[in-house]
């Protein structure tokens, strides 16, 4: 009786120094890549657990969530896709909140006409028989974004024969920077992350909703340093490092 009393109390104290323990797994957007993992970097030099980064398009995250995928923390590029798993119960009360914001722009590869104004059917004539490489408009954030703004300025028509989809943002600049496509619809911070490509223009921000990406804890995470992660991403150490990537924090 003794032996099993003192087993049951090492158990109780070894659960939660273990939940403790576990690195917190993060679904984040695509576009964040470099930002996190900065941040990951200060965190783990902190002292912590190195939080585990997985990033794909923030509609495949959703999907994953929403089939029963366990993660402590999800970061979508907009905030369509954290309401709905928000809707499906899976986000903690109270742990939503705005991260970071971005833009978005149009990249081309180097020595490419640049993109003065892209009202009506500025960019179809500039793009020609070429591609512009977009992460897919019907789903993934970036593409959704880029849509609504070639809507708003009435050029969606003239290039949407051209659109190649990608499975995500990342996905669209590679094809600019590997030269499948002359032009490519991205964020600006992925422009600032490629290696030859230029921006070739800025999408006005009225021409689309307000980029951000909001940070939730998710309700089937199993890290107890989940949340830690997470105020630390908002807090001014952690938006400074997000900014320094491109990021806007206010």
């Known amino acids: 009786m003794r032996f099993v009393l003192s087993l049951l109390a090492l158990l109780l104290i070894a659960g939660p120094a273990a ?7 993060v679904l984040a957007a695509a576009s964040m890549q470099e930002a996190l993992t900065d941040a990951a970097d200060a965190w783990t030099k902190a002292g912590h657990e190195r939080p585990r ?5 923030s509609s495949a995250l959703a999907r994953q969530i929403a089939a029963g995928g366990r993660a402590d923390l999800f970061i979508s590029a907009d905030s369509d896709w ?6 499906r119960g899976l986000v903690v009360a109270g742990t939503r909140a705005v ?14 006409p640049r993109v003065v104004a892209t009202k009506g059917a500025a960019l179809g004539k500039l793009l020609g028989g070429g591609a512009l490489a977009m992460a897919d408009p019907d789903s993934v954030p ?8 070639l809507t708003r300025l009435g050029a969606w028509n003239v ?12 996905a669209a600049l590679a094809l600019v920077e590997r030269g499948a496509a002359p032009y490519g619809i991205v964020y600006a911070t992925d422009a600032r992350a490629a290696t030859g490509v230029q921006v070739a223009g800025v999408f006005p921000p009225r021409s689309h909703a307000p980029i951000v990406y909001p ?10 340093a989940a949340e830690g992660f997470r105020r630390f991403l908002l807090s001014r150490a952690g938006q400074a490092i997000l900014a320094r990537r491109g990021f806007s924090t206010r």
Do not use: C, H, W
């Open 99 to 112: 991260l970071v914001r971005n833009q978005l722009v149009v990249v081309s590869r180097p020595g490419l």
């Open 53 to 57: 980064l997985s990033f794909a398009a």
């Open 215 to 224: 940070i939730a804890r998710l309700t089937a995470g199993e890290s107890a």
């Open 19 to 25: 939940a403790q323990e576990r690195a917190p797994l």
């Open 159 to 170: 290039v949407a024969p051209r659109v190649v989809r990608a499975e995500n943002v990342r």
């Open 142 to 149: 970036a593409g959704k974004y880029g849509r609504e703004a």
């Open 82 to 87: 954290m309401d709905d798993v928000a809707k």
